[in-house]
């Protein structure tokens, strides 16, 4: 099995989290990059939603991911947030297939059951469980880039890419 690196996104108007893991046999699993894209409130939508598509667009091309990992939409509450929230979604996922790339969405859910084993972890149970498997000495900050990273870890999973833990 070649190296895999894997793109994974926490999608967000205001804050979009992003995470490249590499991914090699019988070695550990390496953070290539990890942070967000972080759009000015009170900005039009279309000019922030512009600046995600832009940042991903860049993230791809410099860090040449082979597959992108995205969280679904889940939100209960504010539909107008949820609306915002689909439309950075769907940046995203225009920006990776004008890459080519493979696309794979979690649900949030389906996230935390496979770092923790626990369908309601919190966020900080998540970034324990995302620095033990990248074999970090800190836990990563913040949480948007470490929820990127657990949905990287969770296609990893879902997909049988070998993991030395």
């Known amino acids: 099995m070649a190296t895999k690196r894997?793109?994974?996104?926490?999608?967000?108007?205001?804050?979009?989290?992003?995470?490249?893991?590499?991914?090699?046999?019988?070695?550990?699993?390496k953070i290539v990059t990890a942070g967000v894209v972080s759009t000015p409130p009170h900005?039009?939508?279309?000019?922030?939603?512009?600046?995600?598509?832009?940042?991903?667009n860049q993230i791809i091309d410099e860090t040449h991911?082979?597959?992108v990992s995205i969280e679904k939409l889940f939100f209960n509450q504010n539909i107008t947030t949820g609306i915002t929230v689909a439309?950075?979604?769907?940046?995203?996922?225009?920006?990776?297939?004008?890459?080519?790339?493979?696309?794979?969405e979690y649900t949030p859910l389906q996230i935390k059951q496979s770092l923790t084993?626990?369908?309601?972890a919190n966020k900080s149970?998540?970034?324990?469980?995302?620095?033990?498997y990248l074999h970090l000495e800190k836990i990563v900050k913040p949480d948007d880039a470490?929820?990127?990273?657990?949905a990287a870890i969770t296609h990893a999973m879902m997909t049988r890419i070998q993991l030395s833990l």
């Open 6 to 29: 894997i793109l994974g996104i926490d999608p967000g108007t205001g804050i979009c989290g992003f995470g490249v893991v590499s991914f090699a046999p019988r070695m550990s699993p």
């Open 43 to 56: 900005t039009p939508i279309a000019d922030r939603l512009l600046d995600i598509y832009e940042s991903i």
């Open 65 to 67: 991911p082979d597959e």
């Open 87 to 104: 439309e950075a979604r769907g940046v995203v996922l225009l920006s990776a297939k004008q890459h080519s790339l493979p696309i794979f």
């Open 117 to 120: 084993g626990y369908g309601r």
């Open 125 to 132: 149970q998540m970034q324990e469980m995302v620095r033990q």
């Open 146 to 150: 470490a929820d990127a990273l657990a």
